[in-house]
């Protein structure tokens, strides 16, 4: 066990409370609390609409679906993400096409980067809001318009994070979010994939539920008694009693985020005088969700990151690494590519704890304790 875990689950009787309501009302697949939920997420981001399904990864492939990717088409995606960003661009026979990210002190794609990958057969970007903060959307939508390229967000990391005013997930054509356990709305298993397009969601609901008319929910009110099949979907369906957690959580959301602000604010000031550790978007202004605390080690001490993980370890700090780069994985290695802002990044980047409880007198430690081991 460590003393101070990577992260610690938001819940609370509440969330025990909702799902033995879900329990006792006798309906327990999608329906009403699946609905609802669905409801407060798209007027939260300020969304057209939200459809909640089984977890992320199926939100990504359905974008790739609705957006009419398919068998040869490039998409242009980073490498510093969760493997699902790429591999949803692959169960459509599309081709992943790494970009690299812009700097240490800005972990995200860079737009420039995105423009040399552009050939005649790219039709989407996909963009990752590393950590929560805001890719140059303004300079990335502008690209996907000179150049007729749809774009998907996958802001799994990002819940109500802010850009120019709009909520990440909005800014794009489609907006994917995941509720795993260690995301900042934790339903066990969930997903989101939001649209301001009316036919693009049809689509998504249509293929969520093996491309049937109707939802068995709908059917056991007397909406309709028949359906007809009129694609081959699948089963993406989120269930009801994840939607009840999830509506509990959204309402944790807004207090949980601004105690997170607090944290990093904290660890600003805690490493204000450690140079040799690098603390991406330092002084980012803006509201972000502050999913992971990512720092970067320095030149003079970047080579001895595992070796200081493991002292963090010992010290009794648990840590990660966001991520290992994709394009490393063996599936990927076929797209032999140059990426290496992305490579000295990765290599050198540690994932320190993050939860709204995380103390003042812990983030000290924490950084008392990474000093002297960048120092040692
Ligand atoms: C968590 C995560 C996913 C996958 O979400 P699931 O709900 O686990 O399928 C995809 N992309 C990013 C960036 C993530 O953090």
């Known amino acids: 066990m460590y003393k101070i875990p ?12 909702a799902v033995l309501e879900t329990l006792r009302s006798k309906w327990i697949s999608t329906g009403p609390k699946t609905a609802a939920f669905e409801k407060e997420f798209a ?56 970009a690299d990210i812009r700097s240490s002190s800005d972990p995200t794609m860079d737009p420039a980067d995105i423009r040399k990958r552009i050939t005649d057969r790219t039709r989407a970007i996909v963009v990752m809001h590393y950590a929560g903060f805001p890719c140059a959307m303004d300079e990335i939508m502008e690209i996907a318009h000179q150049h007729g390229l749809k774009v998907v967000e996958d802001a799994c990391h990002g819940p109500l994070s802010e850009y120019n005013g709009k909520k990440l997930g909005t800014i794009g054509h489609v907006g994917c979010f995941s509720f795993f356990s260690n995301k900042n709305i934790s339903t066990g298993e ?5 649209t301001d397009d009316d036919r693009l969601l049809e689509q998504a609901k249509l293929l969520r539920s093996h491309g049937m008319t109707t939802l068995s929910y709908e059917r056991s009110k007397g909406h309709s008694t028949g359906y007809d099949v009129i694609e081959s979907g699948y089963n993406y369906r989120m269930d009801d009693i994840r939607a009840s957690l999830g509506l509990v959580q959204l309402h944790k959301l807004s207090a949980d985020l601004g105690q997170r ?9 805690a490493f204000a005088d450690v140079p040799e550790v690098i603390i991406p978007f330092r002084g980012h202004e803006g509201f972000v969700s502050n999913y992971i605390f990512v720092v970067v080690l320095d030149e003079t001490c970047g080579h001895r990151r595992d070796e200081i993980r493991n002292s963090l370890h010992q010290a009794g700090i648990q840590t990660s690494i966001h991520y290992p780069p994709a394009h490393r994985f063996s599936i990927f290695s076929q797209n032999a590519v140059q990426l290496p802002v992305t490579e000295s990044v990765a290599d050198r980047l540690i994932t320190l704890p993050m939860f709204s409880k995380l103390s003042r007198d812990e983030v000290v430690y924490i950084a008392e304790t990474m000093k002297q081991l960048t120092r040692g």
């Open 6 to 17: 990577l992260f610690e689950l938001n819940y609370g009787a509440e969330e025990e409370a």
């Open 43 to 98: 007027s939260m981001l300020g969304a057209g609409h939200a459809l909640a399904l089984a977890n992320c990864t199926v939100s990504l492939h359905l974008a790739m679906k609705i957006l009419g990717i398919g068998p040869g088409d490039e998409v242009i995606c980073p490498s510093l993400t969760f493997v699902a960003t790429v591999n949803a661009i692959r169960y459509v026979d599309a081709i992943p096409v790494f």
């Open 261 to 269: 602000a607090v944290v990093r604010g904290w660890y600003e000031e």
């Open 190 to 194: 969930g997903g989101m994939l939001v």
